[in-house]
């Protein structure tokens, strides 16, 4: 079935260093990809999302690149801070499908001071 | 704005009580979302609205129904509470089918 996943459940890093988080997607008629990013005790928040007519998108400390080719999605998050320690979340959805985002079940990224 | 707002934080639950987790927005999204997180695991979509008036079912529907009687507003309601319905309960908006979603702070449910 169709199904978002994620291969290191758990990333540590030092502050400073780059950080990223990858994700895989099984679904090829999946043409929107999102990354959120979850705080303890908060909701998921929107962070960048890509279209799947790109393979890069860049924000603010944060680029998102997107491999079709072997449905692999990853967030790259430069100088990585200890405020970005969080839970991050891909999901993927199919433009014909009302938003029914399917998610990943995230990454912890844990930043040493 | 205060964007998505949910309401109780926390909640204990008895096998078989009822309840409704309520949920509101105040920026005008005709889209809206319920999601339960269950511990180490991402979410999944309970319910959805695409507007006033219209409902339709998510990936994990059984025990639960929501309503949507005005655009600010989609309460989830739980008829008879199961200790399998103890999760994290987070409800979300977004202004079309493909903008990304604004999600609540959520309502952490535990049945006992």
């Known amino acids: 079935g169709e199904s978002v996943g994620l291969h290191l459940p758990t990333l540590s890093v030092q502050e400073g260093d780059n950080s990223i988080i990858n994700c895989a997607y099984s679904n090829s008629a999946s043409d929107y990809f999102i990354w959120y990013k979850q705080e303890s005790g908060k909701g998921p928040q929107f962070i960048i999302d890509i279209r799947s007519n790109m393979d890069k998108r860049q924000g603010q400390r944060v680029t998102v690149l997107l491999n079709k080719t072997v449905k692999h999605l990853s967030l790259q998050i430069a100088a990585t801070q200890p405020g970005d320690s969080a839970v991050y979340f891909c999901a993927e959805n199919n433009r014909g499908a009302t938003n029914k985002l399917i998610f990943g079940t995230g990454t912890l990224l844990a930043v040493q001071p | 704005n205060a964007g998505v707002t949910q309401t109780p934080k926390f909640r204990i639950l008895k096998i078989g009580q009822s309840m409704t987790l309520q949920c509101t927005q105040d920026?005008?999204?005709?889209?809206m979302y319920w999601y339960r997180q269950d511990p180490g695991m991402g979410l999944k979509l309970i319910y959805y609205s695409v507007g006033a008036g219209i409902t339709d079912k998510g990936e994990v529907p059984n025990g639960y129904n929501v309503s949507r009687s005005t655009t600010e507003d989609f309460p989830l309601r739980l008829e008879l509470a199961a200790p399998s319905q103890t999760s994290v309960y987070f409800c979300?908006?977004?202004?079309?089918?493909?903008?990304?979603?604004?999600f609540g702070n959520g309502t952490r449910l535990t049945v006992t």
């Open positions: 920026m005008n999204h005709n889209y």
């Open positions: 979300a908006s977004s202004g079309t089918e493909s903008s990304p979603l604004h």
